[in-house]
């Protein structure tokens, strides 16, 4: 099962001049955190017996947010 993600305080609620990270870096952590989300729910459609065809485009959306966070 996918592991849940605890945001720190200042990324969840900072206004973006207050944040430690250059644009960039939050953009990767962002991208990061919903492929993971992504995932999850992957993960629950398949135990499920979810719908092929929504699972194929979800794992294909969570490999282009995986991809775009690694550039």
């Known amino acids: ?3 849940l993600l605890a945001l720190p305080p200042a990324f969840a609620a900072a206004p973006s001049a207050a944040l430690p ?3 960039a870096g939050r953009l990767r952590d962002w991208l990061c955190t ?3 989300v992504v995932e999850l729910w992957l993960e629950r459609l398949v135990a ?3 719908d092929p065809r929504l699972i ?3 794992d294909q959306h969570a490999a282009f947010l995986r ?3 690694e550039l």
Do not use: D, H, I, N
Request: net charge negative.
């Open 56 to 58: 194929a485009v979800l």
């Open 67 to 69: 991809e775009a966070a």
């Open 34 to 36: 919903q492929s993971a």
């Open 21 to 23: 990270q250059p644009p």
């Open 48 to 50: 499920e017996g979810g």
């Open 1 to 3: 099962m996918a592991q």
